[in-house]
């Protein structure tokens, strides 16, 4: 139980420690995937989709400035997980089920666009309790063309062309 634990941790850390043009809608899938239910593949949505999606995440998942540090923040990583060592089996069940819980209520959002305060409620869960920093690069780098290695539809145009399956958290072209 406690290695399942750190697993839905990791994943969760994951999604919460990426930073500026690394800051995706895609990494949600990694997140909602390791709940049982929901093994799902992320399609290739066409480029008007997938920028659809860039744009919506950039209005509403973008912040000017880094939270604060809580007084209550575990800073060192190899302590993060400190807690699991003291817990009784009834207290592994309800760990487990409370971060599961968090994930889905992440994914279950469909009525709206997921907001950087849903993010910060599903990175609630975890023990170290340290802020993510939800900066996105300006508008122009995020969602125009004027950089050649970054920004939403650079990435969308080196899928352009893949065959088979793809790795939406690599740039293109994938391998069949």
């Not at 995937?33 to 290739?44: D, F, I």
Request: charged share 30%; net charge negative.
């Amino acid at each position: 139980m406690i290695d399942t634990i750190k697993g839905l941790r990791k994943v969760i850390r994951y999604h919460r420690d990426q930073k500026g043009d690394d800051r995706c809608w895609v990494d949600d899938h990694l997140v909602w995937n390791s709940l049982p239910e929901t093994k799902q593949v992320v399609k290739l949505p066409t480029y008007d989709e997938g920028m659809r999606r860039c744009r919506a995440f950039f209005k509403y998942r973008n912040a000017n400035s880094v939270d604060e540090i809580s007084a209550a923040a575990v800073l060192d990583p190899a302590k993060w997980d400190n807690d699991l060592a003291g817990m009784n089996p009834g207290e592994l069940t309800h760990e487990f089920s409370t971060l599961e819980n968090a994930i889905r209520k992440h994914s279950y959002i469909v009525y709206r666009e997921r907001t950087a305060e849903d993010d910060r409620e599903l990175y609630s869960v975890l023990p170290e309790k340290i802020p993510a920093d939800f900066r996105l690069p300006c508008e122009e780098d995020f969602l125009g063309t004027t950089r050649t290695d970054a920004g939403c539809p650079q990435f969308w145009k080196s899928h352009e062309h893949c065959p088979g399956t793809h790795n939406l958290h690599q740039w293109g072209p994938c391998k069949k």
